[in-house]
């Protein structure tokens, strides 16, 4: 199970960080990934982190402004949004699935409810 929080309305430039907590597994043995869905839109991959090892994929749009972290200790995975824009404005979701990450959503099995991020200008 995947709880995903800290959305919330920001003005351009500034800064949000969501947190996925999971529960039944361990972050370790799981790839994680943010997607989101802006209304009428696909959903697109955001960041991801495997099951094993430190490096995450992010999408070429957020690469040089989101961060994100991985604490086992604590089953959670944090996306930290720097320099929002108004583009990245959408509902957001946690995933995973196990081990490798995927940027296609429908590799993964388990998802998060979204959480709302609106950027305004």
């Known amino acids: 199970q995947l709880q995903a929080s800290g959305g919330g309305l920001v003005q351009a430039g500034g800064s949000l960080r969501l947190s996925c907590a999971a529960s039944?597994?361990?972050?370790?043995?799981?790839?994680m990934a943010w997607f989101r869905q802006a209304p009428g839109k696909e959903r697109e991959f955001v960041a991801g982190?495997?099951?094993?090892?430190?490096?995450?994929s992010l999408a070429d749009s957020v690469k040089g402004r989101f961060t994100l972290l991985r604490d086992n200790a604590e089953n959670t995975v944090y996306l930290q949004m720097n320099s929002l824009k108004p583009e990245d404005t959408a509902l957001y979701y946690c995933?995973?699935?196990?081990?490798?990450?995927?940027?296609?959503?429908?590799?993964?099995?388990?998802w998060g409810q979204g959480t709302q991020v609106t950027v305004s200008s």
């Open positions: 995933a995973a699935k196990p081990f490798q990450i995927s940027t296609l959503y429908t590799d993964y099995d388990y």
């Open positions: 039944g597994r361990t972050v370790s043995s799981i790839g």
């Open positions: 982190i495997p099951w094993r090892g430190v490096r995450t």
